[in-house]
């Protein structure tokens, strides 16, 4: 069984200033993938950033990146440069790779609201 | 452009009745997913299925069933709707097959379903 853990219900951050939200995740998977979504007040879910269990280098997309510890088992997002348009939700999954098992295992979620 | 259309978006039921939520696709994904998203869980996974004639329970199917005739449809019903199953539904969707690609999830809009 995999589990997600995002303990910062709420998070406040200036903008232009950078912010990290935290994410800890518990399986028994050798091979595993993580995930972080957003989702905006409108409601969709929209696909960051993907970082493999094997991946050595930390995945970054633009001003998204992937802190990845894995012997902590942890896979903070970091948002440089915050924008007013980065308010949302943010959930962390994820997913074992390999045969039979393809459904994504989410987070409760972080609400980042981002002061002018 | 391909895409995952829900509907309806927008649905008030009564207690007891049956509801059915449409999720269709034009990605040719094999895999498809229902989640339902309430305030404090996150996105909690209600039914999968990996194509055509498989369908499989997930972390809170109670109440709910699904058939996969297609590759493009997954609908959800709610055979007997109870108070509880008032949220927010995503029909999500994916390529992953265990090698190659991410897998990330592409996320229909919602449906909200309210049930009195």
């Known amino acids: 069984a995999q589990k997600i853990t995002q303990t910062q219900p709420g998070m406040f951050v200036q903008e232009k200033e950078a912010v990290t939200l935290d994410c800890t995740y518990d399986t028994s998977d050798q091979s595993y993938g993580l995930f972080w979504y957003k989702q905006p007040s409108s409601g969709e879910m929209i696909f960051l950033i993907y970082q493999g269990s094997y991946d050595e280098q930390n995945a970054t997309e633009g001003r998204y990146s992937l802190n990845f510890q894995k012997a902590r088992k942890s896979a903070n997002l970091v948002i440089s440069a915050s924008q007013l348009g980065d308010s949302a939700m943010y959930f962390c999954a994820m997913r074992a790779t390999g045969a039979g098992s393809y459904q994504l295992t989410f987070g409760k979620g972080t609400k980042l609201s981002v002061i002018p | 452009d391909a895409e995952i259309t829900q509907s309806p978006r927008h649905k008030i039921t009564e207690t007891g009745r049956q509801v059915t939520l449409a999720c269709h696709q034009t990605?040719?994904?094999?895999?498809m997913f229902w989640y339902r998203q309430d305030l404090g869980h996150g996105l909690r996974l209600i039914h999968y299925s990996y194509g055509v004639q498989d369908t499989n329970k997930g972390e809170v199917s109670d109440g709910y069933s699904v058939s996969r005739s297609n590759t493009e449809d997954l609908p959800l019903t709610l055979e007997s709707a109870a108070s509880s199953q008032t949220s927010v539904y995503f029909c999500?969707?994916?390529?992953?097959?265990?090698?190659?690609?991410?897998?990330?999830?592409?996320f229909g809009e919602g449906s909200r379903l309210t049930v009195l």
């Open positions: 999500a969707s994916g390529p992953y097959d265990g090698t190659g690609n991410t897998g990330e999830l592409f």
């Open positions: 990605w040719n994904h094999n895999n």
